[in-house]
């Protein structure tokens, strides 16, 4: 089964418009979507322009060269409501900002939907504004995405990555790689192949959405107190076209995802294979008869002495010809023995 | 910058600390390091629950007279409790757009990069009946007018409920360059070690050199009468 991670993090396509890349407190997805605008930046793959609205990471901690041509980045940590000298207008600006970008293919980036939501001040005109500007997104002549970042808990992402705001999506849910540890050896429920696909989903999909889990592998007790950014879990849930074909699926796969080797099988990722079972070809148990101090090997002609010995059975191995007689008891009282076949509990009344 | 952890200048670090384990040794070290280290330095401590007689008795112990940079300006020490209204719930306006006000001309004082500002704590601002998205907000422009003057900027959290992350906590998360996390040894107390400390890094820093600790290689520490002493597990002088 090919990999749906690369496809997601390569130039858009046609059909797939929306990206929600969904981080939490334990483990966040900004590693990946510096690696979506590297990748559409880069000048030796196919490129597109790149608008990137900053209201909470720093833009220096999401692009690797800010200073090229085809990135557009709209610095907004400091508009503040309340603390910005003049009054904001986020919504016309964003709209206006992407109408007139250029007429190639673009990827319109939100670094944080929830900080959006603050400025903003409501849920219905966040999520109005995200649609008007997905609408234009969607009417621009060559294919464009909209690439929304957010962190559970979250008001806005269970909004948006329903149908009714697109029926197409990537969603992209990042895991800490403990937590996968965590579920193979306390429900003993390796990540597929080990185990069979229906049962891993059923056990992991309600411990990775309460998220209560999540956080007590990373901050509690046992945990390391924060997440890696070198390798994580992704999980995607990709609705919409097949890109070969006009054929409507909804897909939810799990990858890895590391800083060294970008997208990978989870197999790859480091801290999750002590988690998992061993290998399919067994390993050849010791050999006893190795390295001790005498012989324990017989000669040919041992063996054929060995092989002339008479066993010590009677049957030798053979059949029986006649069939034993069952088991019985032959017992001759003696002058001592009182036997009285009467039963001496005739007279109970029960 | 805060040795032995040796951290940049001109960052968003987060203390994380819990009630057994309080990390003012963590603020006090890293303020006299500041003031010792370049001339002309900046110094904004902002304090919503200790008062300046505090950090100056603490800071003596350093052989820092703290009256002598109060009167030369290069620190500026703002009694928070002061300059805020407990909020009634009643007003439009941001509750602590009035402290912003008397923080933001400090900074534009400053020369760039040789400010620290310390907020000590924020979740004091929580208990005493700020909302969330004040404080946030609040939190977001003093970071951004510390990021127009490459200023560095430590926040204090207490962590009232350890492995299980409170809403604050998980926005400072997000904003965060670098976090400090001082936590209790897990067996107890004890004489020789009174605490452990691990260096994590933000969600979205590039690490780039910056020697990280994890949990598991926690760094311990002691406070003595002279400050804190630093050491790996198990090489205490308690232990050798």
Known sequence: ?350 | MLSPFNLPEGIVLLITDELNSPADFLLHRSFAEHVKSAKGAKNIVLSVSDSIARWKSIALKSNLNLAQYLASGSLEFVDVSSHIQVPTGRSDQPNLHSLFNIIQPLLEKSDHGLALVILDDISTLEWIGFSLLDITRFTRALRAACLQIGATLIIRHHIVTPGEPDDMFRYLLQICTYRLEVQPLSSGRSGTVSGEIALHSGPGTIVDGQKLIPRSLALQYKLTDNGPTFFEKGTSSGVL
């Open chain 1, 1 to 350: 089964m090919s990999a749906f991670l690369p496809t997601v993090i390569t130039t858009p396509r046609r059909g797939n418009p929306l990206v929600v890349l969904q981080s939490s407190a334990a483990q966040s997805s900004l590693p990946i979507l510096r690696q979506i605008l590297a990748r559409s930046s880069d000048k030796s793959k196919a490129r597109c322009y790149n608008i990137l609205f900053s209201f909470l990471y720093l833009p220096s901690s999401i692009l690797d060269d800010s200073s090229s041509q085809n990135i557009e980045v709209h610095d907004w940590l400091g508009r503040i409501p309340g603390y910005h000298e003049s009054t904001l207008d986020t919504r016309n600006e964003i709209l206006s900002a992407v109408k007139q970008a250029p007429v190639e293919s673009i990827n319109v980036v939100i670094d944080s939907v929830d900080t959006l939501l603050s400025n903003v001040g409501t849920t219905k005109e966040t999520y109005r504004l995200l649609y008007d500007l997905l609408s234009i997104i969607k009417s621009r002549p060559n294919p464009s995405r909209l690439i929304l970042h957010g962190t559970q808990p979250s008001k806005l992402i269970p909004l948006l990555t329903q149908t009714a705001f697109s029926p197409s999506i990537a969603h992209v849910i990042v895991h800490p790689t403990s937590l996968l540890a965590y579920v193979a050896t306390e429900y003993l429920t390796p990540p597929p192949p080990a185990s069979p696909a229906a049962k891993f989903w059923s056990v992991f999909l309600p411990i990775s959405e309460r998220g209560y889990d999540t956080e007590q592998v990373t901050f509690g007790a046992r945990g390391e107190g924060s997440g890696d950014a070198s390798e994580m879990v992704v999980e995607i849930i990709l609705r919409g076209n097949d890109g070969s074909s006009k054929k409507r699926t909804v897909e939810r796969v799990l990858e890895g995802w590391s800083s060294t080797e970008g997208p990978c099988p989870l197999t790859k990722l480091a801290r999750l294979k002590g988690s998992r079972p061993s290998a399919m070809s067994p390993e050849a148990a010791p050999d006893p008869t190795k390295n001790v101090s005498f012989n324990l090997s017989l000669t040919s002609s041992q063996q054929e002495s060995r092989a002339n010995v008479p066993l010590p059975y009677a049957h030798e191995g053979r059949a029986l010809e006649n069939q034993p007689t069952p088991g019985a008891i032959f017992y001759d009282p003696d002058s001592a023995d009182d036997i009285d076949d009467d039963d001496p509990d005739e007279d109970l009344d029960i």
